[in-house]
């Protein structure tokens, strides 16, 4: 029997409003006088003290014994997930640096195609023609971005470098969120107090070593805005986005998860007045569309397979 998703407006409102707060997060970063690795930092731990409050509050543990294998896997799994999360926060706070929020943003959304690259080694996830072409076309897209960002901005390679790594980065976090479900299903505030712990840890050495002089705020304006950032960035978004995507079709989530990289751009321009030409306007279109077609799940092969049969065994019966 066919499951048939939600179809209220709820959980769409709710996933788009979660990726618009996503967006309006590099503005605090653009504007916050702290390194980008500290900006991570901050942003993780004073997230993790959000999710150990809401564990606590709502109760939730693991499901097996602590002494369980699969239980420490998943410990692992999470850290990790943490671990790779963080330096994608910190290279995105260094794309935004050099390049705005918005080419950012949209560099840091280029993960579904790592992600699909990461599932067809680790899980044998099989691509189709669609996801392949859509890889060329975000290729165009970015390249389209890149060339008068490169004529005009001295940090443009350094910019779309990092974008580009903490796209990989985002990419490896999510397989890793994958794993740890895959040995032991966790609890949503656990799984993210793990997170937090593991990603909070991994920039302590990073911090200091390229962010000295910049990892405290420098005033009570800045400590606040950290703190949402760190609250409502990570916990606030990232809750609107995990309620909402469970209860929605594919197509229309990959759709929808467009608005954080468009509400970023949008931002760029119109806030921070950045110029962005007609080139780099269409490059951001196409880079858009292709990552629609990428976030598109592949039938799985099994299923395809049996419709092939049924139809070609079909043919050869008639309804009386």
């Known amino acids: 029997m066919i499951k048939i998703k939600d179809a209220g407006q709820l959980p769409a409102i709710g996933l788009v409003i979660g990726c618009v707060i996503f967006g309006l997060g590099s503005l605090i970063v653009a504007h916050v006088d702290v390194g980008g690795y500290a900006m991570a930092f901050w942003r ?3 997230s993790g003290i959000v999710f150990t409050l809401l564990a606590a509050v709502f109760g939730q543990k693991m499901p097996v014994d602590k002494g369980s294998q699969a239980n420490k896997k998943a410990f692992i799994f999470a850290l990790l997930s943490g671990v790779f999360l963080g330096f994608d926060l910190a290279l995105w706070h260094e794309s935004i640096y050099a390049v705005g929020p918005g080419i950012s943003t949209l560099l840091n959304s280029l993960q579904i195609f790592f992600l699909a690259a990461l599932g067809f080694l680790l899980f044998k996830e099989r691509q189709t023609i669609i996801q392949l072409i859509s890889l060329v076309i975000a290729l165009a897209g970015v390249v389209f971005i890149a060339s008068p960002e490169f004529a005009n901005n001295n940090h443009a390679a350094y910019g779309f470098i990092t974008g580009i790594v903490s796209a990989v980065m985002l990419a ?15 609890p949503i505030f656990i799984l993210m107090q793990r997170i937090s712990i593991g990603g909070s840890l991994a920039m302590l050495i990073p911090m200091f070593l390229f ?4 990892i405290l705020p420098n005033s009570l304006a800045e400590i606040g805005w950290i703190l949402i950032y760190g609250t409502v960035m990570q916990c606030l978004a990232w809750g609107l986005i995990a309620y909402s995507i469970p209860k929605l079709s594919l197509a229309l989530t ?3 998860l467009l608005t954080e990289p468009v509400a970023a751009l ?8 950045k110029p962005i030409n007609t080139i780099q306007w269409t490059g951001a279109a196409l880079t858009m569309f ?3 077609l990428g976030s598109l799940k592949p ?5 395809t397979l049996k419709l092939r049969r049924y139809r070609f065994f079909a043919k050869f019966y008639r309804r009386r």
């Open 172 to 186: 490896a976090s999510m397989t890793f969120i994958r794993l740890t479900h895959q040995n032991a299903p966790t």
């Open 44 to 46: 993780l731990a004073i």
């Open 211 to 214: 962010d000295a002089g910049k």
């Open 266 to 273: 949008f931002i760029d321009y119109f806030w921070l007045d």
């Open 299 to 303: 039938k799985p092969f099994n299923e």
């Open 254 to 256: 990959g759709l929808l």
């Open 290 to 292: 292709a990552i629609y």
